[in-house]
T-cell receptor, first 111, second 115 residues
Framework: KNEVEQSPQNLTAQEGEFITINCSYS?????LHWLQQHPGGGIVSLFM???GKKKHGRLIATINIQEKHSSLHITASHPRDSAVYIC?????????????FGEGTQLTVNP | NAGVTQTPKFQVLKTGQSMTLQCAQD?????MSWYRQDPGMGLRLIHY???????DQGEVPNGYNVSRSTTEDFPLRLLSAAPSQTSVYFC??????????????FGPGTRLTVL
């Protein structure tokens, strides 16, 4: 099993701030997932990345495979970004049937 | 496409009752899985399936059964409900049997309370 840890657990920001959420994992992998869980409970996939950086709108995800670390950044944060952000990793580099999830980071962006 | 659908959205059971949580997807995904989400814990895998007729246990399988008779459907059965099974249950699917390496599509969740 791949142990996945996220930090911080809770994050409060003012609208417009730059936000960083961190994720570290214990076993080498080839891909990592970032997910967003809305206040209503629905979960959507934001990114799946295996190297470098991916960008979608104001969201940027980076990964350093060697250091077993990934970050999710939100630029110019907005109250609608308030959600739980979850990272998840497969069990290893070659077996990908199962994901281990971090506990999530509760982000609140105040106007 | 409806994506991944789950029914019911809410359910209250008494200890000892049985029930089935339904999950269906219309994306022809091979890989389907059931997770439970509890406060202060990450999503935990209950059971998963890499294709019709093939299922396997996840991290927390006790008290739950699954079957996969078709590609589309993956029901989760609670055999004898216990208060410890109070949780939010999510079904997810992805394209191939390498589920960890494909984008996951989640259902809306079922909030289950066992009294």
């Amino acid at each position: 099993k791949n142990e996945v840890e996220q930090s911080p657990q809770n994050l409060t920001a003012q609208e417009g701030e730059f936000i960083t959420i961190n994720c570290s994992y214990s076993v080498g992998i080839s891909a990592l997932h970032w997910l967003q869980q809305h206040p209503g409970g629905g979960i959507v996939s934001l990114f799946m990345l295996s190297s470098g950086k991916k960008k979608h709108g104001r969201l940027i995800a980076t990964i350093n495979i060697q250091e077993k670390h990934s970050s999710l950044h939100i630029t110019a944060s907005h109250p609608r970004d308030s959600a739980v952000y979850i990272c998840a990793a497969p069990p290893g580099e070659t077996s990908g049937s199962r994901l281990t999830f971090g506990e999530g980071t509760q982000l609140t962006v105040n106007p | 496409n409806a994506g991944v659908t789950q029914t019911p959205k809410f359910q209250v059971l008494k200890t000892g009752q049985s029930m089935t949580l339904q999950c269906a997807q219309d994306m022809n995904h091979e890989y389907m899985s059931w997770y439970r989400q509890d406060p202060g814990m990450g999503l935990r895998l209950i059971h998963y399936s890499v294709g019709a007729g093939i299922t396997d246990q996840g991290e927390v399988p006790n008290g739950y059964n699954v079957s996969r008779s078709t590609t589309e459907d993956f029901p989760l059965r609670l055999l004898s409900a216990a208060p410890s099974q109070t949780s939010v249950y999510f079904c997810a699917s992805s394209y191939s049997s390498q589920g960890g390496y494909n984008e996951q599509f989640f259902g809306p969740g079922t909030r289950l309370t066992v009294l």
